[in-house]
């Protein structure tokens, strides 16, 4: 689900399991790949673990090459609250067990860090899972990004108030980023000739009586809609007055000059070589 005013920043969304599901934005530099995933349960082998983390780096390597990856979800392991390079910061929770390796080793191959550790909270802001009858809390769901835009992530935390009838807590994470600007180009940006349609007013006034004239006496008035009566006005518009040409607002730009950035500005979205290679 995503905010109405980003639907058309969305190039892609991959449905790759039950476990794990990404979207791909457009952004300014580079695209921003969000992906969610479910790791199994302690009940669940290491092989078939290893397996969800594998088909995440297939989903990485293939759409999340070069941009903004932020990996999130219940991860159902450990990391601990000790500092290990540049990946868990010391402001975990809990301590290591067997299974948060599988998460450290997953970032360390795809340079990622586990923002959670890296924010001093209250432990009531770091936990993210309770046990029946609250008689323990851990650390399980993690936020995972780029090493490189570790900046760009501005907080994060737990909303252990919201009400999700869930074991699990709200985990939120405010990254700060530029969504890319879509323009669509079906759009025409040609005005009326409206000098022409002041020096041939009384023709197309003519005209129009005359075909309003000439379909009220064909359909009857009564089935006259505005759809009608508007094709009608657009026909002779254009038959008689017509568009004016995009006009630069400097003297020394031409006509031609107006048409190749036109076309270099088609071809800049076009995110395929083709594209890229008619826009150089």
Known sequence: MVHKSIVRSVVKKIVCSDRIIALKLKAELVSILIMQVYMPTSEYEDDEVEKLYDTTEEILEEDGKGDTNIILGKWNSIVGDESYWNIVGSHGLGRWDQRGQMPIDFCERNGLIVTNTWFKKPKRRLYTWKAAGDWSRHQLDYILVKHRFRNSVKDV????????????????????????????????????????????????????????????????????????????????????????????????????????????????????????????
């Open 157 to 280: 935390q737990t909303l252990p108030g919201a009400d999700i009838d869930s074991n699990h807590n709200l985990l939120v994470a405010k990254v700060r980023t530029r969504l890319k600007k879509i323009i669509s180009f079906q759009r025409s940006r040609l005005r009326w000739d409206l000098e022409k349609l002041y020096a041939q007013g009384q023709k197309v006034q003519d005209t129009l009586e005359q075909k309003l004239d000439a379909f009220e006496c064909e359909v009857g008035m009564l089935k006259c809609s505005g759809k009608n009566i508007k094709e009608c006005v657009l026909d002779i518009i254009t038959d008689l007055v017509g568009k004016v040409e995009k006009r630069a607002r400097k003297p020394w730009i031409t006509q031609e000059m107006i048409s190749k950035m036109d076309e270099r500005r088609k071809w800049k979205n076009v995110n395929t070589e083709e594209g890229r290679r008619n826009y150089r």
